[in-house]
């Protein structure tokens, strides 16, 4: 195996965040536990610019480990890659909220993985389009509109229970 070859190799190895992608029970789902209890620690330590860059960051990096899985595996979106459902993860934990009771804090937290493996499973809308794209970006685009659209709805709900809708570290 050439040096390249090797390197692809491993890339393709953290695109399954391995071992976690290989798992018999849901990987999936597994991908998006790891990146909610990730994302939760770096959203409550990080301000919200070194957490939006980082996310911005990874998302880039994460597609460059996609395209290397697909170059090694000549595969189209296999499910031991679940580097996307991490972003995917990371982008809808960004609706943690800010409040006085604990109940809606853990109500945010739970919305945010529940609804982001909901919009990720039934790629409902336009995001089985996204999943349609060629190649990494395909990897990755359904997982971040995924993301985008629990987001969203989790800010509809919170804000239909009378609650403020805030990304909590904008305030810390």
Known sequence: MSINQKFLYYMSRFAE???VG?????????????GFVIGYFLILNLDIKFYLIF????IVISY????AHIKIYNTKDPSEVIIDEVSGQFIAILGCIQSEKSTYFFLSLLLSFLLFRFFDITKIGPIKKFENLPNGIGIMADDIVAG????ITQ???LTSLN??????????
């Open 55 to 58: 996310l911005f960051i990874f």
């Open 155 to 157: 800010a509809a709900i």
């Open 148 to 151: 985008l659209f629990a987001l």
């Open 163 to 172: 609650q403020n809708f805030y990304i909590k570290t904008l305030w810390n």
């Open 64 to 67: 460059l480990l996609c395209e």
């Open 17 to 19: 965040v391995y071992p």
């Open 22 to 34: 290989h798992s018999k029970y849901a990987p999936g789902t597994m991908g998006s536990l790891v």
